[in-house]
């Protein structure tokens, strides 16, 4: 293997025989080691809710999508109007949630309505 370091001390690692990486430092073996231990993984919490969020976004766009057609169709909602705004607030919650100041602690994540666990595809 061959050791490389960038700009910021990242380790990079690629196989005997490979071309120069431009931008990269070669450095040794040992050196490669000793820099990896001291590396502390950072866990981004913040990319774990955004994850969360767009998770649950996904789960319920379908619903408003199918309130949506079938207005525009003319036919009878499943759900009410009060059910709809409802559903619109919370997906403006998930929205908002990145920007909240209790960000990314998910204690204070937005609640879905209650009525929504019972809906299905």
Known sequence: MKYFID?????????????????????SEEEALELASLSVPVFDLGFSERKWRDAHLSEVIWLRER????????????????????????????RDWPQSA???????????????????V
């Open 67 to 94: 309130h949506r057609d079938q207005r525009e169709i003319e036919v009878s909602t499943v759900l009410s109007d009060a059910r709809f705004k409802e559903l619109l607030i919370y997906i403006q919650s998930l």
């Open 102 to 120: 209790d960000f990314p602690n998910n204690e204070y994540r937005p609640t879905a309505p209650l009525w929504l666990a019972g809906q299905t």
């Open 7 to 27: 700009d910021s001390q990242e380790v990079f690692a690629f196989e005997l025989g490979s071309s120069q990486h431009e931008g990269l430092i070669a450095i």
